[in-house]
């Protein structure tokens, strides 16, 4: 990533990941699927880049993942790691289904937009037979405060620091 280029707009990865996983947990729930998803809790709260292209990938993509399933489960992993200059994040995305799937053709992938998506910001894509996939997003950082637990995240709370706090500022809680 170059210094001073700005692709993108600021977003939080907390509330993409929320949403995606209430969208695809109702799916799953009528097809009495687990659906999990896990996230690197350190992973920076506030990115910069397209929101909206990447909920839409994960939602199409893990909607014809669960689709596709009689039984089983399908989880979503997420890990980040910190690129070296510092200003940006390597976001791995692991989808894993296991169990007994429908027949899911490479090419119902293909339409999704998944591989254009990848094509513009990933690093590499394994598919097998779309039962397994994986892919890497780099973002910049716009916050480097963590995320926490993706699943607390809303859109309608503020969770950027403001400037003018202390993030240095202990607490001492007495309990008599």
Not at 42 to 70: F, H, Q, R, Y
Not at 77 to 105: M, P, R, S, T
Request: with cysteine; aromatic share 8%.
């Amino acid at each position: 990533m170059k210094n001073n280029e700005k692709i993108g707009d600021e977003y939080y990865i907390g509330v993409v990941l929320n949403d995606v996983y209430n969208e695809i947990s109702k799916i799953a729930n009528e097809k009495n699927l687990p659906f999990l998803m896990e996230a690197d809790k350190d992973i920076p709260a506030v990115l910069i880049g397209d929101e909206n292209l990447l909920k839409k990938m994960l939602i199409k993509n893990l909607t014809a993942a669960v689709e596709n399933m009689s039984r089983g489960f399908v989880k979503c992993a997420l890990k980040g790691e910190i690129l070296q200059d510092k200003d940006g994040i390597n976001l791995h995305f692991k989808v894993y289904c296991q169990g007994n799937k429908d027949e899911l053709k490479e090419k119902e992938v293909k339409k999704s937009g998944f591989l254009n998506f990848l094509k513009r910001g990933s690093k590499e894509c394994e598919a097998n037979n779309c039962n397994n996939w994986q892919f890497d997003l780099e973002q910049r950082i716009a916050d480097y405060l963590p995320m926490g637990d993706f699943r607390y995240s809303r859109k309608n709370i503020d969770c950027k620091p403001k400037e003018d706090v202390d993030r240095d500022i202990n607490v001492l809680i007495i309990d008599d």
